[in-house]
């Protein structure tokens, strides 16, 4: 299991989590990337609140490999297009959560829930299982969100 920075853990503490996530067997990609299996590379950024880093992250990168990156917030898909990033995994937007409030989060963050492409690049957002705020959602249902990858 791998985890990369969302928003809140800089409100909660940051280096205590990365301290105790390997303790639960899960690895912080702290602006990093691993190699998962042959030819398929996973790369993690901090979230915007933090110090995110994707040019450390790609440094040393095999452009002909697939990579896929976690970054929290949508709006960190628009760099990692740039950077040849195959697939951009991200959340944080919880889909917009309440409508209309979703046309004020479309404000700050350009892609608020499913599949999107940029050139080569594609994003998926999902809408997570959370909230904030106040606990409901309105025309933005949970979701538990099951990606399977396969060879081109």
């Known amino acids: 299991m791998y985890f ?9 503490g940051v280096e205590e989590w990365y301290a105790h996530l390997p303790s639960l067997g899960v690895r912080p990609l702290r602006n990093e990337r691993v190699e998962l299996a042959p030819g ?3 790369a993690g950024i901090e979230d915007p ?6 040019p ?3 440094a040393g990168r095999d452009p002909s490999r697939a990579l896929v990156l976690l970054a929290h917030q949508p709006r960190q898909f628009m760099e990692a297009s740039r950077h040849g990033v195959s697939l951009t995994l991200s959340g944080h937007t919880h ?13 700050a963050q350009p892609y ?9 690049s594609q994003l ?3 809408r997570g299982t959370g909230f904030w705020g106040p606990p409901m959602r309105v025309f933005a249902p949970a979701e538990i969100t099951l990606l399977r990858l396969q060879p081109a």
Request: net charge negative; hydrophobic share 40%.
């Open 4 to 12: 990369t920075t969302g928003n809140h853990e800089y409100y909660s």
């Open 40 to 42: 398929l590379d996973l």
């Open 49 to 54: 609140t933090g110090a995110p880093d994707l």
């Open 56 to 58: 450390r992250a790609l």
């Open 95 to 107: 889909g917009g959560q309440i409508w209309p409030f979703s046309w004020l989060v479309a404000l």
């Open 112 to 120: 608020l829930a499913g599949l999107h492409r940029r050139g080569e």
């Open 124 to 126: 998926y957002v999902s």
